[in-house]
């Protein structure tokens, strides 16, 4: 049940963009994705919705399929502070908001 | 800041000692919950509190006993740990127990078991 996410780890000049997906085999209703630094608690980037709705980072720009089961996060123009691992959490049935997370993505950005 | 705090931040504990974790959300949310994150391996999620009850235990073994006495705090009471659950423990809080609702976390605390 938990998410697949890709790639395992990604190294970028600033500026670069990139791109981290998210995939399950059950059917996902919503999707959310955190950022965590190293030492830091995660922080919440962007929830997506089934229909379409989204919350989050205006700066942050994500896409969600319903029938491919799969999400993917996209990085433009990145910073240093895009420096983290993202991992993305989707519910498991049963309601409560119970998130079951990806391995996460570890992304670098150097200068 | 995200509004959760937790404490202590740094515990280190034998295996035949009783601690406490405890955390604190400011945000006025309804749902609480406790997370595991081993070194190489995905935030696991433990306990889930909506409105002071438990919706969720997630498998844990009963040497980790959750307690919300409020909204607004949670606790994780520790006992004759093995050395395996050291880990950082994170609480998070959320508005409401909906997939809709985005969690914030606490900074964590780093548990050691000697």
């Known amino acids: 049940q938990q998410p697949v996410q890709s790639p395992q780890a990604v190294i970028l000049r600033e500026g670069e963009d990139a791109v981290i997906n998210c995939s399950s085999s059950?059917?996902?209703?919503?999707v959310h994705w955190y950022r965590q630094k190293h030492g830091e608690a995660p922080v919440f980037l962007m929830i997506?919705?089934?229909?379409?709705e989204q919350k989050g980072h205006e700066k942050i720009s994500a896409s969600f399929n319903e029938k491919k089961q799969q999400s993917s996060l996209y990085l433009t123009a990145s910073q240093l502070s895009y420096s983290g691992t993202y991992f993305c959490?989707?519910?498991?049935?049963?309601?409560?908001?119970?998130?079951?997370f990806g391995a996460g993505t570890r992304l670098a950005v150097h200068p | 800041e995200t509004g959760v705090t937790q404490t202590p931040r740094h515990l280190v504990m034998g295996m035949t000692n009783k601690k406490s974790l405890k955390c604190e959300q400011h945000l006025g949310h309804n749902a609480m919950y406790w997370y595991k994150q081993s070194a190489k391996k995905p935030l696991e999620l433990m306990f889930v509190y909506s409105l002071e009850e438990r919706v969720e235990n997630n498998s844990v073994p009963s040497r980790f006993s959750p307690e919300c006495p409020n909204s607004s705090h949670l606790f994780l009471h520790l006992h004759t740990l093995q050395p395996e659950d050291s880990a950082l423990y994170l609480c998070a809080s959320s508005q409401g127990g909906g997939g809709g609702y985005e969690q914030y976390f606490g900074p964590g605390t780093r548990l050691t078991v000697t």
């Open positions: 959490g989707t519910p498991r049935p049963g309601g409560y908001n119970k998130l079951i």
């Open positions: 997506l919705l089934k229909g379409g």
């Open positions: 059950k059917a996902l209703y919503s």
